[in-house]
């Protein structure tokens, strides 16, 4: 079935390591997401790529990084320099030549800073 | 910039009852999208309904209802009959088609209680 697969979905990290949370997915979308969700609160955008090779800075990048390879991947890099990166990260797709097109998310990857 | 404010960080409602989620938006683009979003527990994303700036109709969705009122920029989720399984967390979002062109802006959700 097609969809998005982010994991892990859980992950521990040491004060001070970089982690990579994977999201793949196989919609055929061109527009990928990444957001941040801490707890009771909504979504914050940290990056987003309408295109490969191509991404944007969303509203909360510092201390994050992502890369676009491939159309169908778009990994994110929580960094050392991120102060607060305990939360659910959430990466979502979407048509790019559907302006009225819906988000499509992946189950989530729950990061816990030790 | 655009921005979603929604003012009830939590409602009930007694099962089989209808239930009305607010939000309201703000946002410079001529032209948009509004959305809602429920999330169980399980933390997932679910798309419940869309509605376009300039769609003549309100929109819906089985159950779901949207309640677009332009002039003043509110776009209210309608549960009717609502039923256990509706207990999650509801988010309203937006997407300009200009200048906020692929950014979608998420409120901060209502989370919904379903009473037996």
């Not at chain 1, 790019?96 to 819906?102: H, L």
């Not at chain 2, 009305?20 to 001529?30: N, V």
């Amino acid at each position: 079935d097609g969809g998005i697969t982010q994991s892990p979905k859980y992950l521990f990290r040491k004060e001070g390591q970089n982690v990579t949370l994977s999201c793949e997915q196989n919609l055929n979308h061109d527009a990928m997401y990444w957001y941040r969700q801490d707890p009771g609160q909504g979504l914050r955008l940290i990056y987003y790529s309408q295109i490969v090779n191509d991404f944007q800075k969303g509203d909360i990048a510092e201390g994050y990084s992502v890369s676009r390879e491939k159309k169908e991947s778009f990994p994110l890099t929580v960094t050392s320099a991120q102060k607060n990166p305990t939360a659910f990260y959430l990466c979502a797709s979407s048509a790019r030549d559907r302006d009225t097109g819906e988000l499509f998310f992946g189950e989530g990857s729950r990061l816990t800073v030790l | 910039a655009q921005k979603i404010t929604q003012t009830q960080p939590g409602m009930f409602v007694q099962e089989k009852e209808a239930v009305t989620l607010d939000c309201t938006y703000d946002t410079s683009d001529p032209s948009y999208g509004l959305f809602w979003y429920k999330q169980p527990s399980s933390g997932e994303m679910i798309f419940l309904i869309y509605q376009g700036s300039y769609d003549q109709q309100n929109a819906t969705e089985g159950r779901y209802s949207l309640n677009f009122q332009k002039a003043r920029k509110s776009a209210n989720l309608v549960i009717s009959a609502s039923q256990l399984g509706d207990s999650a967390m509801y988010f309203c979002a937006m997407r300009g088609f200009r200048t906020n062109a692929g950014k979608s802006t998420f409120g901060d959700g209502t989370t919904l209680t379903v009473k037996p």
